[in-house]
């Protein structure tokens, strides 16, 4: 696999050094359309929406965060969640954690 380093500024806090499988071109909303957001689902009386997959992940405070791409929801509104939020997508986190895990032994084997 290959990985490339991103030049961001040093106020994004995320790993720099990704796996070209994670590279998209950003595709943003066309001015005056507004994609139309699904509904939440009902579990266990509160109000939840699916997960399409998990992004990315970062520490705060000694607690993983996941960078969450909502079905059906453009990127703007992704958002980072913590576990206690992800109940229901523990297949999504466990697909990032083992692609986030090939990554790094990727990363290793390059340096």
């Known amino acids: 696999m290959t990985v490339v380093k991103l030049e961001l ?3 994004v806090k995320i ?3 990704v796996n070209v499988s994670r590279i998209q071109q950003y595709v943003g909303q066309v001015e005056g359309q ?3 957001q699904p509904a939440p689902v009902i579990i266990k009386g509160e109000e939840e929406w699916e ?11 000694g607690k993983n965060k ?3 791409c909502w079905k059906g ?3 703007e509104s992704n958002t980072w969640e913590g576990r ?3 109940k229901n997508a523990k297949e999504a986190i466990e697909e990032f954690e083992k692609e986030y895990q090939r990554d ?5 084997r390059q340096e």
Request: glycine letters at 0%.
């Open 9 to 11: 500024p040093s106020t």
């Open 15 to 17: 790993h720099l050094v």
């Open 34 to 36: 507004r994609k139309e």
């Open 51 to 61: 997960v399409e997959r998990i992004l990315n992940k970062q520490q705060v405070r």
């Open 66 to 68: 996941y960078l969450v």
């Open 73 to 75: 929801f453009t990127a």
């Open 84 to 86: 206690e939020n992800l």
């Open 104 to 108: 790094m032994e990727d990363m290793a």
